[in-house]
């Protein structure tokens, strides 16, 4: 069957660009002597997480119970939840789950460790504990390193935890320019190894040093003092990948394939792949809201929910697609679109291969 | 069961808020002598169609045909799919899917009219035919009287159609200020009026005159020459309608449930609720991805996929939500959100009463 044969919108992820991903990653982490434990929230599969086990990484990372049921349930056996499991009901299923699964979790305050001692010891296991710490983004995460300190004893006095080590995401790369990616890696780098001998020097077992982002990744595999990477959506990369300078269109290996529905005006198409196929992540500029294979002239300039508005001036007349023509949209943003479908079709170039179920989509807790 | 004990986050639809807004739109079109077909891309759900129907709508819309498909395996039987089925496949689906339920459809081209009347042709069908014109949204639908006219009679010289009437999605109100909406429906209204007599006067059946959006309702109800409204996000309301002036805070019955997971600073609150929960739909201001009930001061300034970045600057220290406690987001954008959840809990005030599916949620094409 070929990707031509399929209705739309459907979501494609290519199996060769894919593949390349993974095994790039693979040895980026391995030239940089680091672990790599990739964040599975950008596709939510089991079939895709494989790969990447087989490529070399030593474990997966989830951002939700829900996922990490999934991917238990699906075999995984060392994740890690990056994340703050500190709710009564959260820090339960945490506990039940760890009785069949290794899962390590987060932690940024004392009050957190404490549920999750509780539930841990209710539970009879022992959990894995991370510290996280926030090295510029400003979301979670302990911000200086004496509260890192504080919860590391907190966590090694408690029953039912054990102190892995710390952990950040350095999400605040997504908002600085190709340039400065670099630069803000490498304070986050620094920031983790002046936390981690803080604790070190306090005869704390701050065991691992985890880093995460696409983005960050090639600046951070050169840091040393950092153990692990966690980058998710290099697997497929997108339109951000590409503006932040992490991808090129090339390695871009998902796609929206979707059908032109309306030529209202000559320069004008309509296709049927709206904020429900492709997310409403969008760029501040250029083709906003996904780039067209081939067409690099068009642009998405507006969404609605099933329609994608294009507007064909840059395009010449004989290049436009016409009615019921069908073309490829690389998303601005593979995570959100990824998780508006409940499978995607695998394919090698034009030919489809297989179709694996986003597993762990939907699973909202 | 109480919301408070439900695990987070959860899409949560008020059922008390709910049936008063479906009856106000019943109670709003009668008076206006429209007849009302609610569109059900805001909810997907059969259950909540049901309540529709049994408050006097004569039908349903539908934005595609997965979402057609499972409205007519639920029972529903009077079907408009609001869009243009201008592909083989979807002409042959809509043309077998017309074999057991009532469904008309949209077309705004003669090469799309060719498509389905071969495909109704081969299926043995007559499909219903309504012409989309565009009133000032430039998305689908024809630019011109003459265009409607010419597609018009293609429509009643094709074997396997019936020309229905025409229709809009007057859309471009989501442009407007408050004070434009009620301007820029009439003069859609007039607009829909001049295209209708246009195939009147050249002996067209042009039955019926169909337009839809909720911000609109109030000013097409007493617009001369409508037949029907399509509105759909009334049911629920959100933060789009409310700044728009369509909706109150309290006619607003889509909430999302969300734990605060952590409380990193004094003035910041991170809830587990981002934007996999919510959707990136968002305000150009204030409190851009929602409001939190009970706290108007806080704003949600920025998500991350699963995480709300809460500022609680405005927020007396005394009122700001603890680690572990639960609060309720109106979402900015109903369609969007609902669309990320595969169920609803439904609850009167504080207590649940039952699980929706959202049914026709995945069903992409």
Redesign the interface.
Known sequence: MLLADL?????VADLDIVQRNVRRMADLARRGGKSLRPHV?THKSPDLARLQLAAGATGITV??LGEAEVMADAGFNDLFLA????????AT?LAILVRRARVAAGV??L??AA?LSRAAARAGVVVGIRIEV?TGL??????TAEAALEIARAVCDSPGLRLEGIFTHE?HVYRASPEEVRTACVGAAARMREVAEVLRTEGLPCGLVSVGSTPGAAAMADEPGIDEMRPGVYVFNDGMQAALGSAREEDCGLTVLA???????AQ?A?L?AG???L????AESGSRHGAILGLPQARIDWL????A?VDLRGVPAAARPR??EKVRIVPHHA??CV????YMVVARADRVQDRWPIAA??R??
């Open positions: 209705d739309t919108p459907a979501l929230k951002a939700k994340n703050e499991p500190a709710t009564e009901v959260k299923r940024d305050s009050e957190g549920i926030d400003g979301r979670c995460g302990v911000r999400g059908s032109v529905i309306s030529r209202p005006e004008i309509i049927d904020s429900k196929a997310s409403s992540d969008r609605s929910e099933e329609h508005h009615l019921g995570c959100a998780n508006l479908h409940s989509r939907g909202m807790q």
